[in-house]
């Protein structure tokens, strides 16, 4: 098992993708670490942030460089996909809800089998969205799976 | 439930850092029907549940309360989300 990692920033907004982890046709990502911030002038905005899964992957946006813990690793099974991008579909309910003030930096860590994880298939994944914000900070997020 | 995070092991764990005051601290449990992960919140007064087949903690929302498929069943393709 490889881990890797990817990094993407973009404005926050309403229903904006920031970072989307998209499965592969037979390996599933295992999403194992999750920090997020704001490279933005210090400013009381509230955002709230949700992880999602979703049924159809999204178009365009920006193609992340995907960097495995080990430099040796292979290349990663899974795709990464930046903001701002053709909106995924997602699913109704969130597995994580991050309710955020850009002044703080959030960290989050999975413990070993309780990842959040995608389902197989290339049209399916995780994605980190900004549902609401109060204004458009850039938010910083870093993904850390495995696979 | 404020004790089981303790005896069973938490789902993960998260930290926030601001500019004012010290960092929070704490823990998220998972549901194992759904994979949500929640704070953890002792006494918060929520209800929440229990899957005697899985011997894991429910996030409490009706679908996951009233039938188990585990989730690797549905990551894998086995079950229906």
Known sequence: MASFRGVHRTPAGSNLTILALESNASVVGKLDQLIIGSDSTPADIATRLDVLRHT??????????????????????????????????????FLLEIPLNQRATYTWNANPGKELRTVVGTANGLGLRSVSSGATPNIGATFGWSE | MVFLPKLLGTGGSFRIDRPEG?????????????????????????QRGWCLKCGGPLCGAEKCMKECVPFEKKVYGEAPW
Not at chain 1, 67 to 77: E, F, I, L, N, R
């Open chain 2, 22 to 46: 010290p960092p929070i601290e704490g823990d998220t449990m998972q549901c194992v029907h759904c994979m949500k992960h929640w704070t953890v919140v002792p006494g918060s007064g929520r």
């Open chain 1, 56 to 93: 159809t992957a999204g178009a365009a946006g920006t193609a992340v460089v995907e960097k495995p813990d080990d430099p040796q690793s292979s290349a990663p099974a899974c795709n990464l996909r930046g903001g701002t991008m053709t909106e995924p579909t997602y699913e109704a309910d």
